[in-house]
């Protein structure tokens, strides 16, 4: 990286779940236009920690014995497929 770049990091939106990279801290949503984003890694991160509940809330399935269970970015899609980002946002 040259002096003068910034790295770009990957953000989630909490309203509508688009996954974009921006080089910015506190980025727009360049779908919905919202400022509603969190980093994608402490998405993950929050997924991954709570999987259990989000199971037993129906949330994600099961993970069969041929799946990997600590695939986060399976989990992430899993997730935003279901909507799960209204249910932490709210």
Not at 34 to 59: A, C, P, T, W, Y
């Amino acid at each position: 990286m040259m002096f003068g770049e910034s790295e770009k990091k990957k953000f989630i939106c909490l309203y509508c779940g688009t996954v974009f990279e921006r080089e910015k801290e506190a980025p727009q949503c360049p779908n919905c236009h919202r400022r509603k984003v969190m980093s994608f890694d402490l998405f993950v991160q929050s997924i991954e920690k709570h999987k259990d509940k989000l199971r037993e809330l129906g949330i994600l399935s099961e993970p069969t014995s041929s799946e990997s269970a600590s695939n986060a970015e399976e989990m992430v899609v899993e997730a935003r497929e279901t909507v799960v980002i209204k249910i932490i946002v709210r």
